[in-house]
């Protein structure tokens, strides 16, 4: 058996889309990347969006464009990658962590009002393994505050709370497109936004804060630099392979959701595990990242030991996150900040372990998962 954890899963529309933009003459600066954009708007009922490298990129940029930087505080989740961190930490501002909720791994509002000071610019929240936070009176929190709010929801696309996918409550939304994620353009990520004047700033900060891009020269090669910029954009092959994949992404989405109910139905008296709760409800419908059991504390001690196991028997596992960002090496010798500050953050960075549900699971993979995961855990 050999089951991975998550599989790019790209079928010949897709490899014909990339042939066939790898044979026309533009590479980059071309009409993918408006489709995707446009296609993505309209899926979404977002305002304005930018295809971009990567959703690090994404959260960089949302961040200059609020000019966070030295002498701010960002509330964060301590439960994320640490990309939501390290893009905000490298502009100098000092991100402000935040605990999760055990029963979903998101941070909700009471959590941070506790952090909220003068310095609060801005508050990132991550809409954890699919399923949101409750965004609606996060946002209306910060509306009235004057913070901005920004939305990272790498794990979460198609997700949605109340008649609101993600990403439409926030100044700013940041997706991507991993191989890991819901749907793939190998690296890749896009940036919504509500306001013109944040496009208008993005479009600057992602193309070298050049005024004019390739299609608006009216002389070839001729343009002025307005401001300082990166080049951040999504070149027109991974465009082209975004469009295609966001096509497939309700399926996608229904199989995830279908595999998560199998796995939850038949695992869920196994011994000393909690299984994580991403079924949707009357307020939200989640888009199902993956399968998340916590160990009790009685077998956490044995996590590496069971996940080898796992894996000896061909099933791909992973695990959200290593550490809580604060006890990372790097946030750890700078801010010094004890893990038992973040009970939760804790308990589910050191005692989960994630099984797969995306659409590359065939029934018979589910069983063996459902067979492999009942006997391995009746020996604890
Ligand atoms: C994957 C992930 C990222 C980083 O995405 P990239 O596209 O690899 O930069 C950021 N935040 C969260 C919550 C993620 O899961």
Known sequence: MNIPFAKPNLDKKDIYKIV?????????HGPNSINFENFFIKKFKYKYAHTVSNCTAALHMSY???KLGKGDEIIVPNQTHVSTVHAAEILGAKPIFVDCELSTGNINL???????????????????LGKPVNIE?????????KIYLIEDCALSLGAKFKNGFVGSFGDFACFSFYPAKHITTADGGMLVCKKEKDFKKVKLLKGFGVDKNF??????????V?????????????????????????RFIKLRKQNYSFLKQMLSDVKNISILDLDSRMNFKSSYYCFSIILKKKIKKHRFKIIKEIKSRGIGTSIHYPKPV???TYYKNKYRL???????????????INLPVGPHLKKKDLYYIVKTIKKIFSKY
């Open 215 to 224: 299609n608006e020269r009216k002389i070839p090669g001729n343009y002025d």
């Open 326 to 328: 604060s006890d990372y």
């Open 20 to 28: 066939k933009t790898l044979k026309s003459p533009i590479l980059t």
């Open 110 to 128: 009471e959590e941070i009002k506790k952090k909220i000071t003068k310095k609060t610019k801005a508050i990132t929240v991550v809409h954890y």
């Open 226 to 250: 307005k401001s300082l910029g990166l080049n951040y954009r999504l070149d027109e092959i991974r465009c082209a392979l975004g469009i295609s994949q966001l096509k497939k992404l309700d």
């Open 137 to 145: 009176e996060i946002a209306k929190f910060c509306k009235k505050k």
């Open 338 to 352: 004890k893990s038992k500050l973040f009970p939760n953050a804790s308990i589910m960075s050191y005692s989960s």
């Open 64 to 66: 200059m464009a609020i």
